[in-house]
């Protein structure tokens, strides 16, 4: 066998390794479509099935004619109607308020709670940083009941301002324990520095940890945001008169009527309630993905 | 500007373990002085509490003629440099520097000379609007020692500055700091684990093992006179050369150093009654490779030929080394580059006894 055939043979071989790697590849991405491909039928056919019904009137769904699917004279009197109704405006208004106050006050709490978890390292940080994420696993569902009891005596039952104290114990946990992976993720150098530099404890939280911390951050207002904004169980309870309802439980209570379903305008309602979110998550997504992922690769 | 003193400094951790075993060291205004030792022998932790990062278990820290015992960092007047630079990643290169300034309220127009002089030294001033991340390696350093320059402090504490660079960088950063220092002459503890750094910077070394200081000299007295076994092998490179030996009668009336059955070297004559006492004891014969050479004919009469094969040839260039093994234990030589040496291949060699060093077996030391 001469030595250029030799080369040939392997150059040949070399060449056909290329294509059954350019094959596997292929492979694996048909297989990442098709599995996408059904998980977004999944997620995006209930979002599109409410717009389509939000989009026709009253006459048009009950008539059960033609594909569900398909708007045949679409309006907006829907969302017309919602936006004049005076108590779909008051819910959206307190879900505001409450949603805001939340954030807030979770961040404040849970920000200044990782800080001196994860930097200051007094007697019992550690059981104390693992207490809180224990929290964060005790089920809301369990809770209700004991504070109706807490709500009662503070005689905020039926009232808004109940839900700004009681959303916190539910977004504070798991943002704390966002935060604290966060700031351990931040070399401890950092702090060193900071404090010859002549900074005490609130000047490097807030010159230095906060700006630095700033993925996770937005990673647990969103959390907290969440939370706030999507909680049904608690307005439930703890909620009775419309111009106190928050919209999860106000557009079930005012637009079911007894056995009756208007569901263009509920259809309406959800998407109007889900703006505020789509619009931050579409603003923040970069950031949040960073921040979940920050403890991971930073190390 | 201002004398550092430590004066009984331990330090000692919640299980028990001592890092720091009650060391004595006075550091002179406008001295640079260089913590050298192994990991683990205490000299990040001698460092840190200078600074005022770790709490000292005993003993006192003296800065500028102040107990600084229980005074927090940024009261103390230091400025530190960290091992991964520790800046601000999201502030300018300008605000970095400036941070330190700002905290303590001076002014504006005050903090922007004192930054652009800092950058002018150090040769920054076009990356001052930058941010860190857009820095290379020695960049961020510099950046790092700029906002110890800015801050005009009592003591500069540099903690294994130049341990993230790349070799090349770090020689060239290693002259650097040697140039800041003469130029603005600020008492300096410096912390390394490399001896080159500490003999090329040091106006004293201070050598730590073990939570003690084993030896404190300027770097031409660590390596001629070790005091210790421990400083004797950690300073030069390559390493010394370790031989266990006995003392004997030797030729003349004279001393020997018998250290195989087939090689004894006679003890200067210099040396003979140093040496002495310890005549038919067992002691370890100390040897850099630079005194370990080819024999020549025609080279000083009565140094010793021993005949030895070579086991690894190391040309570098200038010089070249040669590795053997004596009754098993490791040896190297300094040997002229146009020696011819191959492995397995006898060598002829002799050695300068006049350099040697004698050290006691169980304690170390130097005799």
Redesign the interface.
Known sequence: MSASTVTERRVAAAAARKHSLHKSRMWALWGSYIALSVFVVMFLVPPFYTLVTSLKSSAEISAQTGSPWLVHSPTLENFWYLITYPNFQRYYLNSVIVTILTVVISMVISVLAAFSLSRMGFWGSQTLSTGVFLTYLVPPSLLFIPLFQIVGQLGLINNFWCLVLLYPTLAVPFCTWIMIGYFSSI?K??D?????????YL?MLW??FI??A?PGIIAATIFAFTVAWGAFLYPLAYLYTSNQMVLTVGIISDLIRGDVFQWGKIMAACLLASLPPIVIYAFLMDYYVAGLTAGATKG | MAEVSCRKVTKEYDAGVQAVKGIDLDIADHEFVVLVGPSGCGKSTTLRMIAGLEEITSGEIWIDGDVVNDVPPRDRDIAMVFQNYALYPHMSVFDNMAFGLKLRKFPKDEIKRRVDEAGRILDIVPLLERKPRALSGGQRQRVAMGRAIVRNPKVFLFDEPLSNLDAKLRVQMRTEIKKVHQTVRTTTVYVTHDQIEAMTLADRVVVMNGGNIEQVGAPQELYHHPATRFVAGFIGSPAMNFLPCRVQDGPNGGLAIRVTDSITLPVPPGRVERYGKYKDKNMILGLRPEHLFEYHEQGKPGWTRVDLPVDVVEPMGMETMVHFFIDGAPVCARVDPATHAEPNEILPLTADLNQMHLMHPDTGKVV
């Open positions: 070399p150098e950092l060193e520095a900071a404090l010859i530099d002549g900074a005490g000047q010159r230095i700006p630095v700033m």
